[in-house]
């Protein structure tokens, strides 16, 4: 018996150390966080699906997130930010001891996507759609891995601000561009932006290629875009309205001559998450207001 005693008084101080150093690796962000519901401590790896659960009423429950996940921003100091999916490894994710991970189709690599399927968390990779009945899907199957039912909620607010978007004639060329100080890319067919775009009114300047590309001057000239799209936080990096329409071919261009530059939040625009209907109709607006 005194054995079995002196045994438990040396493996207890061991367990709690175990415990202390995750905390502390962790940050102690999302410790005690856990889904009432399902008893769930998740984890998203996609700013959209973030979003989606949080709206369905499951943030307390989120422990780790990754970089796009920046709403909403109660998130912060709750759930501890993981990095950038792409290059993201399986150690920080363990170590917040998550019972459930949703990533997107879109970014995650197969390196982490085996060894989260080694580990043995449970593991669901949603299909994004970069369109409006692509993220009714994607709120479907959130709902229905949490046990929610009830997120028709959501889907009405999106269609409520579709309804109020104002078609455009003739339809405006937009430019997007990503900014990152003198790291300049326009986005081409087939990505989010490209289809933000269009759902607001608009159309994209470049149809020549998919993806995202340098911007040169060259290209510049060639779209020749009536409006020039920037995130919020690109176009200060890239040193706001002036610095941009000194940028070489810009001042050549419809959108140069007639400054018609404008930016919107990161997150709202790309995430393609319950938020969509209300990015779009911020875009339809600022498109209508820079023509003015």
Same mark, same amino acid.
């Given at each position: 018996?005194?054995?079995?005693?002196? %045994?438990?008084?040396?493996?207890?101080?061991?367990?709690?150390?175990?415990?202390?150093?995750?905390?502390? #690796?962790?940050?102690?962000?999302?410790?005690?966080?856990?889904?009432?519901?399902?008893?769930?401590?998740?984890?998203?790896?996609?700013? @959209?699906?973030?979003?989606? $659960?949080?709206?369905?009423?499951?943030?307390?429950?989120?422990?780790?997130?990754?970089?796009?996940?920046?709403?909403?921003?109660?998130?912060?100091?709750?759930?501890?930010?993981?990095?950038?999916?792409?290059?993201?490894?399986?150690?920080?994710?363990?170590?917040?001891?998550? *019972?459930?991970?949703?990533?997107?189709?879109?970014?995650?690599?197969?390196?982490?996507?085996?060894? %989260?399927?080694?580990?043995?968390?449970?593991?669901?990779?949603?299909?994004?759609?970069? *369109?409006?009945?692509?993220?009714?899907?994607?709120?479907?199957?959130?709902?229905?891995?949490?046990?929610?039912?009830?997120?028709? !909620?959501? !889907?009405?607010?999106?269609?409520?601000?579709?309804?109020?978007?104002?078609?455009?004639?003739?339809?405006?060329?937009?430019?997007?561009?990503?900014?990152?100080? /003198? !790291?300049?890319?326009?986005?081409?067919? /087939?990505? &989010?932006?490209?289809?933000?775009?269009?759902?607001?009114?608009?159309?994209?300047?470049?149809?020549?290629?998919?993806? +995202?590309?340098?911007?040169? &001057?060259?290209?510049?000239?060639?779209?020749?875009?009536? $409006?020039? +799209? +920037? +995130?919020?936080?690109?176009?200060?990096?890239?040193?706001?309205?002036?610095?941009?329409?000194?940028?070489?071919?810009? *001042?050549?261009?419809?959108?140069?001559?007639?400054?018609?530059? %404008?930016?919107?939040?990161?997150?709202? $625009? *790309?995430?393609?998450?319950?938020?969509? @209907? #209300?990015?779009?109709?911020?875009?339809?607006?600022?498109?209508?207001?820079?023509?003015?």
């Amino acid at each position: 018996m005194k054995t079995i005693v002196l %045994i438990m008084l040396c493996v207890l101080p061991l367990c709690a150390c175990k415990k202390q150093d995750i905390s502390k #690796e962790s940050g102690g962000i999302g410790q005690n966080s856990q889904d009432p519901k399902t008893g769930d401590r998740i984890i998203s790896l996609s700013g @959209g699906i973030t979003e989606v $659960v949080s709206a369905l009423g499951h943030e307390n429950s989120i422990v780790g997130v990754d970089i796009t996940s920046t709403y909403p921003q109660t998130l912060k100091g709750k759930a501890k930010e993981l990095g950038h999916v792409r290059s993201m490894t399986i150690e920080p994710i363990m170590a917040l001891n998550p *019972s459930l991970i949703l990533a997107s189709d879109k970014d995650i690599s197969s390196e982490l996507w085996d060894k %989260i399927k080694l580990s043995g968390i449970k593991l669901e990779i949603l299909k994004q759609e970069y *369109s409006v009945e692509g993220t009714l899907k994607l709120i479907e199957q959130v709902a229905s891995i949490l046990g929610e039912k009830d997120y028709k !909620n959501l !889907n009405k607010k999106i269609d409520d601000d579709l309804q109020k978007v104002q078609h455009l004639i003739p339809k405006p060329k937009v430019l997007f561009i990503y900014a990152r100080g /003198n !790291n300049l890319l326009v986005s081409g067919k /087939n990505t &989010p932006m490209d289809k933000l775009i269009e759902l607001a009114g608009g159309q994209n300047a470049i149809q020549e290629f998919s993806d +995202f590309k340098a911007l040169t &001057p060259e290209s510049m000239l060639k779209a020749n875009p009536d $409006v020039l +799209f +920037f +995130f919020t936080s690109g176009l200060l990096s890239a040193g706001g309205e002036e610095a941009v329409l000194k940028m070489p071919g810009v *001042s050549q261009t419809k959108a140069g001559k007639n400054k018609r530059i %404008i930016s919107m939040d990161g997150g709202l $625009v *790309s995430s393609f998450g319950p938020r969509i @209907g #209300e990015a779009v109709l911020e875009l339809n607006k600022k498109l209508i207001e820079s023509a003015e």
